[in-house]
């Protein structure tokens, strides 16, 4: 499937579910550049998920988004509970045109929902000049370290660099080792897992995929990647004004209830810190220093963050995106809402 | 020793090795409140190595360090191979400062030095209702995931949040599992290390001290760890103007030539967001949703970031600091010459 093609399914469906049509055009751009990415479990398959809690109304098709600049280079976002990559890409505009006047800008958005993944608002963001870091609040899956109930969210983090005329550097990682879906994948086939990825129900580290998938993701490096979950939901959580820790609600416990959950962008115009010659320079010279490292494996050469990422980002802009014909079909599904949504308005 | 005459001894050394008065009060400021945290390797101890190369002419005493606003949130600094706290302070106060005008503001420093703990800086910005991300460039001793040879530094990485009438969060790492003298700790005793602590010097996982030691320390999270230094090192050292991986002189090889580190510090504005009781009372239930967990070793109850350090600071504010005699007697040396170099001068 074209990305010109997916782009407008995804934005039809979305239409489908209720959202203006601008509106949906941008939500779906962000998780169309997740399934670009090879991310499909945070691309266009979330729909389903989006419109399960649209229907229910545990999030709002039509939401108030209101942008405030309570400083010159910050703002805060009420995404009024709308879906999230909308409220997401309303930030992300806010913080770069804050950016473009003042160097830096931090945008804080409250009232939203699961905002796709991380990496196309850094993507968006670089190829548009902006150095960035933006985080998110998420639903509570990792015990604070010593603990043994689930306090803080596996906060998603994504860093982006832009590189004018190449390739930019962006990493989107959560703080736990593995995601659950490795565990589940480890269980299936009957393997235990390295006993550093979860603990059991009472915080003790186990090697039982059964006994991990009971219990709590470990965070990476311990107490490091612990402070590092807290950090991102201090940000993206508190700060912003939305829920953070053990507030904020499990979207797939309580999909009719609002999950108030919180993201921030940062973003930095990294023209006004030299010319494009100079950074692109510099930014080829970084890349090939760690490209030319001796590898411990001849077969496996010594890889940048986000670089398996950029690779399916142009292998399917040129060959198509594979989509599940199952997806699809769902997808045309909502899309063949519309019409019947336009009659009733 | 109290703290006032920690820090008077602290700034009386740094003036017997050439610096101003006030250059060496600020700088001292920073080495004593690591002494406070607890962290005495990088608190006043780091005045030797840092007398080591003024001697040798490889740090400037008396460095031309120039900030420039490049936007209205942006400042560039150049340290002119000042001592790095110096250069630190003096970075700091300018993020503040434009933070203060327009909400955020970010300081790129370069031509700088080890600038001492990272703490100690999200601590005073705290301390003035700053949230703060700062990081800086570091010496190699990290191999990229995948890679047999050191590529990048030991990025260093402190975050703050005020908490009005309170206690900050505070979480200063770097971004190795463990610091190389943990497993120098091992050798000692004659231990072994578990496999992902370090790699031999092909860059295979080894449970061997001494071998580790020969080869590289590895990042928390595998490759989650490699993105995050390598994102700390791409603020901190490349978009600042600074040296960055493999161009990082080493202090302790070439303690005569310029190291040419670089360092970010980031700052929100928290007032901006909403009065200090809405903050004041998020940090309070944010601590106490984690303070409250039930722990899974009853002896051991949960910790926020930084808990340990503050309790330090506390303890050591009212009870003295403890300063190693040897230490003291180093300190007293540098700070005698003061009169001797007065008189040359």
């Given at each position: 499937m074209r990305e010109e093609e997916l782009l407008k399914l995804a934005a039809d469906a979305l239409v489908g579910l209720g959202l203006r049509r601008q509106d949906a055009l941008d939500a779906a751009g962000i998780l169309v550049l997740g399934d670009l990415f090879g991310v499909h479990t945070h691309g266009v398959s979330r729909i389903e998920s989006y419109g399960e809690r649209l229907d229910l109304g545990g999030i709002k098709a039509r939401p108030d988004i209101r942008v405030e600049r309570v400083a010159p280079a910050i703002a805060t976002v009420e995404g009024d509970n709308g879906v999230g990559p909308l409220v997401g890409v309303r930030a992300l505009e806010s913080a770069m045109a804050m950016a473009r006047e003042s160097g830096t800008g931090i945008a804080?958005?409250?009232?939203?929902?699961?905002?796709?993944?991380?990496?196309?608002?850094?993507?968006?963001?670089?190829?548009?000049?902006?150095?960035?870091?933006?985080?998110?609040?998420?639903?509570?899956?990792?015990?604070?370290?010593?603990?043994?109930?689930?306090?803080?969210?596996?906060?998603?983090?994504?860093?982006?660099?832009?590189?004018?005329?190449?390739?930019?550097?962006?990493?989107?990682?959560?703080?736990?080792?593995?995601?659950?879906?490795?565990?589940?994948?480890?269980?299936?086939?009957?393997?235990?897992?390295?006993?550093?990825?979860?603990?059991?129900?009472?915080?003790?580290?186990?090697?039982?995929?059964?006994?991990?998938?009971?219990?709590?993701?470990?965070?990476?490096?311990?107490?490091?990647?612990?402070?590092?979950?807290?950090?991102?939901?201090?940000?993206?959580?508190?700060?912003?004004?939305?829920?953070?820790?053990?507030?904020?609600?499990?979207?797939?416990?309580?999909?009719?209830?609002?999950?108030?959950?919180?993201?921030?962008?940062?973003?930095?115009?990294?023209?006004?810190?030299?010319?494009?010659?100079?950074?692109?320079?510099?930014?080829?010279?970084?890349?090939?220093?760690?490209?030319s490292t001796p590898a411990a494996d001849a077969a496996k050469p010594v890889l940048l963050p986000g670089e398996i990422e950029l690779n399916n980002l142009e292998r399917q802009r040129r060959d198509g995106i594979e989509i599940e014909a199952g997806l699809r079909e769902k997808l045309e599904r909502f899309a063949s809402r519309a019409g019947e949504s336009l009659q009733s308005r």
């Open positions: 804080f958005a409250r009232g939203s929902n699961h905002f796709g993944p991380i990496a196309p608002y850094n993507y968006i963001a670089s190829e548009a000049g902006f150095a960035s870091i933006i985080g998110s609040s998420a639903t509570t899956t990792i015990a604070p370290t010593g603990g043994s109930e689930a306090r803080l969210g596996n906060s998603p983090l994504g860093c982006g660099i832009p590189h004018p005329g190449g390739r930019p550097i962006i990493l989107d990682m959560a703080m736990s080792v593995v995601a659950r879906a490795k565990i589940r994948n480890a269980l299936k086939r009957g393997e235990s897992i390295p006993e550093t990825w979860a603990t059991d129900k009472e915080g003790r580290p186990t090697t039982d995929p059964k006994t991990a998938l009971d219990g709590f993701l470990l965070p990476i490096g311990g107490y490091k990647g612990y402070g590092l979950a807290l950090i991102v939901d201090l940000f993206a959580g508190l700060l912003s004004g939305a829920a953070y820790l053990t507030h904020v609600q499990s979207w797939s416990d309580e999909p009719g209830k609002p999950q108030n959950l919180g993201h921030f962008f940062f973003l930095i115009d990294t023209r006004k810190l030299g010319p494009s010659s100079w950074l692109s320079e510099r930014m080829n010279d970084f890349a090939a220093i760690l490209h």
